[in-house]
């Protein structure tokens, strides 16, 4: 059975919290939201959004003229995101905005919200050569055949693990204390990460490219699974 340390559990969870901002501090309506703009393979754009509420039935947002729906992940948590499964439209531009996130209740009650997205550039790919889990330091390494073109920061980021005992997060969110890659390098680009509560299990894990315009940050990504077993990187 994967096992993950609650430690680790509490990195994952502070970043989203911290990340996130309380649209309705009552008692009928509490949802808290993490949300930043993907840039898809093709150069498209797909908001991705994660609400936090335990008395939430639905949620959608309309960006740009196209609805948005939202799925269901667990009891607490809602999510928009472009995962392989349930895959998103996909918009060739997002006009900065406030675009209106529809919300309602277990109790009946529905309210509305507003995201701010926008879209000013597009990033070139994110060439991950190495993204590799070190057991005897845990640590790990990253290497990127060159810079992104647009993008102003980096990430290490990942999704929940693999396995029955994790809800089946979707979206990607920064990990770590320090959230930023110090990427190093002339051309090719490095950092190591330190990881100590990296415990046994598959990882998803990626390079997310960024930059910030007046609203959401935008990224884009380029992923590697890792399996932890008994100390030794599978891949």
Known sequence: MMKMSLKMCALVALFVVGMSSCLKPDDSLNVGVYAYVLQ????????????SGNNLASASVNVAGMNFAFTKVD???????????????RLDTIPANIYMLTVSGLNGKTETFGLGFQTTKRMSSVELTTLEYVPSEKKINVELADS???????????????????????????????YKLELTGDKKLSATV????????????AV??????????????????????NEKQVE
Do not use: C, H
């Not at 330190?194 to 894990?205: E, I, K, N």
């Open 40 to 51: 898809n393979s093709d150069g498209t754009f797909t908001p991705q959004v994660r609400l």
């Open 75 to 89: 009891d607490w948590t809602w999510e928009l995101s472009n995962g392989s499964y349930f895959p998103l439209g």
């Open 148 to 178: 992104v073109q647009n993008a102003t920061a980096y990430f290490l980021m990942i999704t929940a693990p693999t396995g029955k005992d994790f809800p089946k997060f979707l979206m990607w969110t920064p990990y770590g204390d320090g």
């Open 194 to 205: 330190s990881v100590p509560y990296l415990g046994t299990g598959t990882y998803r894990f």
């Open 208 to 229: 997310g490219a960024s930059y910030n315009s007046n609203y959401a940050p935008v990224f884009r990504i380029s992923e590697k699974t890792i399996t932890v077993t």
